[in-house]
């Protein structure tokens, strides 16, 4: 593995399954994130997880669920899926440098999974 | 709010051509911008990075530059080839918080079309 990467790549999902997705990173990096895109909006953060062992809820964290047992994977889960949750869902790592307004921390994103909710 | 505005939302140039994307934000406080390139089907990829005291960075064909004071930065693409056609996504961060993650706020991207 180089990088990081998700699985599936693409999925159709009856509406009310559950569905995980999968992030694998081999970067050592402490954070790690889950984006949804739509067409026309920016990425929109679902969890995060600043390092192993702890979660946050992002801007629309409803209906997803994440852990973090260990540095390399960040599972997202959809406990019942519906049609609004059909987008494209990216992963990302990213290791932070520094504090305040000096700080960089490029996030790596993954290959993405497209969801789609029937 | 805190919000990222992206300016043209779509862009078609021939080949070889130069051309500038904007991207205006109200993200406060300030941290740092990047400009993020998306092919498609594929996750964004960094292309700088510029934290409040830089007004301008390169990366090959690639020059971005920012005005923190009007809160606007472009991103000038020169002598364009095929391969740069993609998504634009410019991404500014705020202050940190303690125990949250980094507030990035994503604009929705200029879709560059290069054609030969």
């Not at chain 1, 997803?64 to 869902?89: E, I, K």
């Not at chain 2, 693409?77 to 706020?105: E, F, H, N």
Request: aromatic share 8%; net charge positive.
């Amino acid at each position: 593995i180089a990088g990081i990467t998700q699985a599936p790549t693409s999925q159709i999902l009856a509406a009310g399954r559950r569905m995980t997705l999968r992030c694998t990173q081999d970067m050592r990096h402490n954070a790690m994130y889950w984006y949804r895109q739509d067409l026309g909006l920016g990425l929109r953060l679902i969890h995060y997880s600043n390092t192993a062992g702890t979660t946050g809820k992002g801007e629309v964290p409803d209906g997803y669920s994440v852990s973090r047992a260990n540095t390399d994977d960040f599972p997202l889960t959809l406990a019942s899926a519906v049609p609004s949750q059909t987008s494209v869902y990216f992963c990302a790592s990213s290791d932070p440098v520094g504090l305040g307004r000096e700080s960089t921390d490029t996030q790596y994103f993954g290959p993405g999974t497209r969801l789609t909710v029937l | 709010k805190n919000q990222v505005e992206q300016s043209p939302q779509s862009l078609i140039i021939l080949e070889g051509k130069n051309c500038t994307l904007q991207c205006n934000y109200t993200v406060s406080p300030f941290s740092n911008l990047r400009w993020y390139k998306q092919d498609t089907g594929r996750g964004p990829v960094s292309l700088t990075i510029m934290t409040f005291s830089e007004n301008t960075k390169s990366n090959g064909r690639y020059t971005a530059t920012l005005d923190a004071d009007t809160k606007q930065s472009s991103l000038h693409i020169t002598a364009s080839q095929l391969s740069d056609s993609a998504s634009y996504i410019c991404v500014v961060s705020g202050g940190i918080s303690s125990g949250s993650a980094r507030q990035l706020t994503f604009g929705s991207g200029t879709q560059l079309t290069v054609l030969p």
